[in-house]
């Protein structure tokens, strides 16, 4: 019998736990029933002041007259009018909390990187694989209304088949602890999974990888651009970076070029972020003005309401951009191709 309304227990009240508030804001069907910080102002439902790439950070203060908080994220994972624990703490701390979430029954959404290497996603899956819940890796930028949009062009050979895709994902370090590489992995494996995921998204797992890159501020690749090398398509490749100076702020970007046409994504034009030219002219394609985590999580509601597995991001596909993202550091290291 399909649920009418999915009741959210939200750990880590940053800058990411602050957009999923405000995303099941506007999800019908959704409704956040406790929250969880160790930072006992945010507990409390103040989540002002959280710091991110995209987005605002002014004043918010949630409604907690139906909201439960606590410092303690083990009592909320308790909690037996929680269905769903959506985590959003950093990332070294998500295989604890993934693992005894799904123990207790719960669903889980977890944000990106899954986890901080692929050993610790591993046991992920495998929890996963044995649970009654569904977890879904918050993978955003699958459910990026022009991200969703190329997925589709390409899956549907709208303009024929892909000769080149290119992504672009740079920006100034961001504070705190990302920058412990040990915490974040980097940017390849923090910022640069995304367009890693999404190319896998696409074309699958690449042969090999080759990447150059380096260090700045963290332990870790901070900079780096990727070759992901396949039979089919004859150039792939991804720039990811949180080596900009202060004051550059983010930029995300991509290039696809069909056997037809060119489509080419910018978010620093407003205007007409996306563009597909073809035959000699340009068309402005409007997808909206929504984002990926808006509709990510709207996806997993609507799977929960109507209890089906989310399967446009999987746990398993989860590890695999950890592994291809894993291999790009090695090979940045290696100064070789990695086969994969
Ligand atoms: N999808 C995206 O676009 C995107 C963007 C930024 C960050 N992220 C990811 O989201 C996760 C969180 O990042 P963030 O930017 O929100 O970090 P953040 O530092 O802004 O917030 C983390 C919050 O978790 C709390 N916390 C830490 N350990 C905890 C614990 N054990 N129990 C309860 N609360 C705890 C902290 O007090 C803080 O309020 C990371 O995995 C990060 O990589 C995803």
Request: with cysteine.
């Amino acid at each position: 019998m399909a649920a009418s309304r999915i009741r959210i227990g939200l750990i880590g009240l940053g800058f990411m736990g602050r957009t999923h508030a405000q995303a099941y804001a506007k999800i019908d069907g959704a409704q956040i029933v406790a929250i969880a910080d160790l930072d006992a102002r945010r507990a409390s439902g103040d989540l002002s002041d959280a710091w991110g790439n995209v987005g605002d950070a002014g004043e918010l203060k949630l409604d907690m007259d139906q909201v439960r908080g606590t410092t303690d994220f083990h009592e909320l994972i308790g909690w037996d009018d929680v269905d769903v624990v959506d985590i959003c703490v950093p990332t070294p701390v998500h295989v604890e909390l993934a693992v005894a979430a799904l123990a207790a029954g719960k669903h889980v959404v977890v944000e990106k990187p899954m986890a901080i290497n692929s050993s610790q996603a591993g046991q992920i899956v495998a929890a996963a694989e044995s649970a009654p819940g569904f977890l879904m890796p918050a993978m955003c930028i699958r459910f990026w209304p022009q991200w969703a949009w190329l997925k589709q062009a390409v899956a549907q050979r709208r303009y024929g088949a892909v000769h080149s895709a290119t992504f672009r994902r740079v920006a100034q370090m961001p504070p705190g602890w990302f920058q412990d590489g040990e915490k974040s992995g980097g940017a390849v494996m923090d910022l640069h999974i995304h367009d890693t995921d999404f190319v896998y998204y696409l074309f699958g797992q690449p042969q090999a990888v080759f990447s150059r890159g380096y260090s700045k501020t963290t332990s870790r690749v901070d900079h780096l651009i990727t070759q992901y090398i396949y039979d089919d398509v004859p150039l792939v490749a991804a720039e990811g970076s949180w080596a900009m100076a202060d004051g550059f702020g983010f930029q995300m970007a991509y290039t696809v070029n069909f056997e037809n046409a060119t489509a080419n994504y910018d978010m620093g034009r407003a205007e007409r972020p996306l563009t597909v030219s073809q035959n000699g002219s340009e068309e402005v394609v409007d997808c909206g003005d929504s984002d990926g985590w808006t509709e990510e999580l709207r996806y997993m509601v609507d799977c929960l309401i109507h209890n089906r597995r989310p399967a446009k991001i999987t746990p398993q596909d989860a590890l695999a951009s950890i592994r291809i993202a894993e291999a790009e550091a090695r090979s940045v290291a290696s100064g070789a191709l990695e086969k994969l």
